[in-house]
């Protein structure tokens, strides 16, 4: 298996270099011939892109006539172990990404693919198709149609309005937030003017949150329960029927120095809600539950001199909650709101803060929620170096329950290519979401290079 993915790794890394060998080598034999059929205003330009700026210069091309292809990527290497007890491993992974770009005209492609060896979860061992999307761009339209990541707000890691792509749990949230996030299959149409832009999303076939629930992943979903327990979280998916799709829209308004957007969105609960069973053979099934839901939101950016203020909220109408032991989980409205600064007082630091309230109507008494949650993060961040040395720190505050996750890391960048970031990963609580994790803070360290 081990040589398998060692393989695959190779052929993302080396296929796309010599498959523009190949076509070069193409171009020059077509370009010997009297009878090319490319003229002097039709030639393939082939460009190898390092940076991530997928704007840069289109105007250089003649976009009716040319061919563009772009490949980028990394090779990243992460490993993590408990800081206490038996300094156990918590994870051990290494993962080859390539990116991929064909573009011809206002005509592209875009391909993502992941080969991962994951020595802690085998089964997250393999090759992955991340995102596969065809795009269609012309004057103020941009269609987008295939496997993608669709982002809706200004939250900083944390999910108001962003209901569309779920996330991966998998190694809860100590993975880069960015990769944590699912995509899914959607096709979305954006109609953009310089003052406003309208987006519509609609998704055939919904995606969830994936939780772990194998118990040799340290990162498996923990009851704290005196009885023995199995989940169930497939069977109670929605059916793959075209009544039950997802379909929304998103309006922006660009104000000089104020941005705004509102937003509605047909969905589902994306976290499943549980529901606690004891069965006839004294153990406990926690069932998944999913019901249709309505988000209706809206967010908002201001720059004053040197902050940013964020805000975002959402109504959620018969959003699934979690249920007591022995009854149904049931459907509520809730309220999710959420204030932000960000701070950039110069000098290379940055100081965030997040507060977000949720609230839940009607009567709880059969369910295990609060009516009132306070969740908050806190984020800072100072480069040294000429910005080749970073620190920084991001912390998870549960208000509620007086619990907290909190990433430290440092980050060096060796040259433009190879970065070496390592961290401590620290939580704290007694109840609450951090509860079930209280015992896997970790040192970890992350080596990777881009190409």
């Known amino acids: 298996m081990k040589s398998k993915i060692y393989l695959i790794c190779m052929l993302i890394l080396f296929l796309p270099i010599w498959a523009i060998s190949q076509i070069n080598n193409g171009i020059h034999l077509l370009e010997q011939k009297s009878d090319s059929i490319f003229t002097a ?37 992460y490993h993590a172990i408990r800081s206490g007890k038996n300094f156990d491993w918590m994870s051990s992974r290494t993962r080859a990404r390539g990116e991929f770009i064909v573009q011809k005209g206002q005509v592209g492609m875009f391909l993502s693919l992941n080969a991962i060896y994951n020595s802690i979860v085998i089964n997250s061992t393999g090759l992955e198709l991340r995102e596969a999307y065809l795009y269609f761009n012309k004057g103020d339209y941009d269609i987008k149609a295939g496997r993608q990541i669709i982002i809706w707000g200004v939250a900083d890691a944390l999910r108001i309005t962003d209901q569309i792509s779920p996330m991966d749990y998998t190694e809860f949230i100590t993975q880069d937030y960015d990769d944590i996030r699912i995509p899914v299959n959607a096709f979305k149409l954006k109609f953009s003017q310089p003052k406003f832009s309208l987006e519509f999303v609609l998704v055939p076939v919904s995606d969830y949150f994936i939780f772990p629930t194998d118990t040799n992943n340290p990162w498996a979903i923990n009851v704290h329960s005196n009885k023995a327990y199995r989940f169930d979280l497939e069977s109670t998916k929605p059916i793959k029927k075209f009544s039950n799709i997802e379909f929304g829209g998103r309006f922006r308004m660009f104000l000089r120095g104020f941005d705004f957007s509102m937003c509605v969105l047909q969905t589902w609960n994306k976290i499943p809600a549980f529901s606690y069973t004891p069965l006839s053979d004294n153990t406990l099934l926690i069932r998944g539950n999913y019901h249709r839901m309505t988000m209706i939101g809206g967010d908002f950016s201001l720059p004053i001199e040197n902050f940013v203020i964020r805000g975002e909220g959402a109504i959620f109408l018969n959003e699934e909650q979690n249920a007591k032991q022995g009854y149904n989980t049931d459907d509520r409205n809730s309220i999710s ?42 984020r800072f961040s100072k480069e040294f170096l000429r910005n080749t040395l970073k620190c920084s720190s991001f912390a998870y505050l549960d208000v509620t329950n007086k619990g907290f996750f909190n990433r430290l890391s440092i980050s060096y960048d060796l040259n433009d290519q190879i970065s070496i970031i390592g ?19 970790e040192i970890w360290i992350k080596a990777k290079y881009s190409f």
Do not use: C
């Not at 204030?339 to 709880?364: M, T």
């Open 41 to 77: 205003d039709k030639q393939i330009d082939i460009s190898l892109m390092e940076d991530d700026d997928e704007e840069q210069n289109y105007q250089e091309f003649d976009l009716d006539n040319e061919l563009e292809i772009r490949i980028k990527g990394f090779l990243d290497t």
């Open 337 to 378: 709101a959420l204030l932000g600064i960000d701070w950039y007082p110069g000098n290379d630091w940055n100081l965030s803060i997040q507060y977000n309230h949720k609230y839940i109507a009607g009567d709880l008494s059969s369910l295990s929620v609060l009516k009132n949650s306070n969740l908050a993060t806190v």
């Open 423 to 441: 961290g401590y990963d620290y939580f704290h609580a007694n109840k609450g979401i951090f509860n079930m994790y209280r015992n896997n803070s």
